[in-house]
């Protein structure tokens, strides 16, 4: 009893001293996908998540500017079209971008870069340029550099 005690001891340090929780809130449908997707693959839900963050390296270096719209982008496809060929043309700089809408009228566009450069301020004004000609207004934020994981 006395191993299993200090065990538990040691396990409440380490997750305290090592360990840092991410909550993470899914639809239950999403979830029941993922847990589907942990099964085919014989991992546990964490360690399936775990894999697939580790998949994307480029998100975890990433330059992200983001964009805060005056209306949803998501379902536009002209706009989604020209967004698209700017990131192909700079897809030595941009490892993607999202368009997010949400019911509480919070749309955003996202921009994410795979390295720093002078491109980034060229490339954000071709975006802009672009929302600009469908008449959409917006907010943009500063860079945002996520930190090295080491």
């Known amino acids: 009893m006395g191993n299993s005690e200090s065990k538990t001891e040691y396990n409440i340090r380490y997750a305290k001293e090592k360990l840092k929780r991410i909550p993470l809130d899914v639809q239950k449908e999403k979830y029941e996908e993922i847990k589907a997707a ?5 991992e546990k839900v964490n360690g399936y998540i775990k894999k697939a ?4 390296p480029e998100f975890a270096n990433s330059f992200v500017i983001t964009f805060q719209l005056n209306k949803d982008i998501t379902y536009n496809n002209d706009i989604f079209s020209e967004l698209e060929d700017v990131l192909i ?9 999202t368009r997010e809408g949400s019911s509480l009228g919070e749309f955003k566009l996202v921009l994410r870069f795979k390295k720093q450069g002078d ?15 469908h008449k959409i207004t917006f907010k943009c ?4 550099v996520a ?3 080491e």
Do not use: C, H, R, V
């Not at 963050?53 to 994307?56: C, E, K, L, N, S």
């Not at 934020?141 to 945002?144: G, L, V």
């Open 119 to 133: 491109a980034i301020q060229e490339i954000t004004q071709e975006f802009a340029n672009i929302l600009t000609k």
């Open 89 to 97: 043309a700079n897809s030595e700089y941009m490892s993607g971008f």
């Open 147 to 149: 930190p090295d994981s």
């Open 141 to 144: 934020s500063n860079i945002t």
């Open 53 to 56: 963050i580790d998949a994307y």
């Open 38 to 42: 942990a099964d085919a693959a014989g």
